[in-house]
Every structure is written in structure tokens, then in C-alpha cells.
């Protein structure tokens, strides 16, 4: 994948239990803000994967697992009209946990989708922090 935003996010878990709440489309609406809920979910998590999000703007994007190496790495694509993002995220051991590191970016005519891209950089960071929360709160 191309770089695009790029960055690191501390999970309190380890990172099996990271990466299987983060892969499954259907905990998606709990930790992503952009979402309503996640709709045609084929089957479970692995490569080739796809489903609807259901984003609280009315778009609906068609996704799909790209990458599936469980613990240690997993992409998706999503496609939407004219444009396609691109999530890439990494799990490593750390210290009281795992680390999540994470790629993404936006794909659309002109300079736009570098635009789009920098501009959602906040969102995905908040989003994966949500994801991390909920997974400490739920492991005490």
C-alpha cells in the first residue's frame, strides 16, 4: 500500500485479542465514529472478506479484507463512487500489551485524495484510541 497518514496506537490487550476486535466488521460501529452500523457481512473474519459500512453521512462503501495474517497484520479497501481507502494495520507485542500501528489513505481524482487523507488523520487516531479503551475496559 502506498503511504499515506500514518501512526502507532498502545492497546492495554494483547494484541490476538487486539486484532480480533479490530478485524471484525460487526464490532466496527462500536469504535469508529464515522459509522451508523456495518450491513452484508459475509461470513467471518479472513482475506476476501467483504461487507457495507453505513456511515452516519448516508455513504456506503463496499469493503474488503485485502491482507489477513492473524496476529500480526491485516488491510481492507473500501470502495465508494469515485474513491477508495485504503486501512493497513500492524499488531506487534509492546510493554503491558501491543502496539497497532496503522496506514491509511484516501485514493480519488487529483490532489484530493492527499487532501482527504490529512484531513482524516484525526479521525482514524481517535477511532483506533476508542477501539484501545474499550479493549481495556473490557479486560478489568
Not at 500492524?90 to 503491558?96: H, R
Not at 497497532?100 to 484510541?129: C, E, K, N
Amino acid at each position: 500500500m502506498v503511504r499515506g497518514v500514518v501512526g502507532t496506537v498502545a492497546f492495554a490487550v494483547r494484541r490476538e485479542v487486539a486484532f480480533d476486535y479490530l478485524v471484525d466488521p460487526r464490532n466496527r460501529p462500536d469504535w469508529q465514529s464515522s459509522l451508523r452500523r456495518v450491513s452484508s457481512v459475509d461470513g467471518e473474519p479472513r482475506p476476501g472478506q467483504t461487507w457495507v459500512d453505513e456511515t452516519r453521512l448516508g455513504m456506503r462503501p463496499r469493503m474488503r479484507t485485502t491482507a489477513f495474517d492473524r496476529p500480526s497484520h491485516w488491510s481492507e479497501t473500501g470502495t465508494w463512487r469515485f474513491v477508495r481507502a485504503d486501512l493497513t494495520l500492524d499488531f506487534a507485542d509492546a510493554p503491558g500489551g501491543c502496539a497497532v500501528a496503522y496506514q491509511f489513505r484516501i485514493h480519488a481524482l487529483g490532489t484530493l485524495g492527499a487532501l482527504a487523507s490529512r484531513m482524516s488523520a484525526p479521525a482514524v487516531r481517535a477511532d483506533l484510541r476508542r477501539a484501545a479503551s474499550r479493549l481495556a475496559a473490557s479486560s478489568t
